[in-house]
């Protein structure tokens, strides 16, 4: 599972059984936030990896990753840095 905030928009749920869902303070910007992750979805080549999904998710215009689950400990995962 892993969610990605896009600016000015709201935020994307990926969960691990492979489904998408969105979160916005207005149902217009969600609708419009659905839009543009169906359209992201588009260019993934299927079968794809969550790996791949979340890459497409993150080239979204203003597109940040907020959290992802992984097996690691806490500043065990590439790119993370370690507490203390």
Do not use: N
């Not at 993150?58 to 993370?80: K, M, N, Y």
């Amino acid at each position: 599972m892993f969610s990605v905030a896009v600016k000015g928009y709201g935020i994307v749920i990926w969960d691990d059984d492979g489904e998408w869902r969105t979160f916005a303070p207005t149902d217009a910007l969600a609708a419009t936030l659905a839009d543009r992750v169906t359209y992201a979805l588009d260019m993934v080549p299927c079968p794809s990896d969550e790996r791949d999904v979340r890459e497409a998710l993150l080239a979204i215009r203003g597109a940040g990753l907020l959290s992802a689950d992984c097996d690691h400990g806490p500043g065990e995962c590439e790119g993370e840095s370690r507490p203390f």
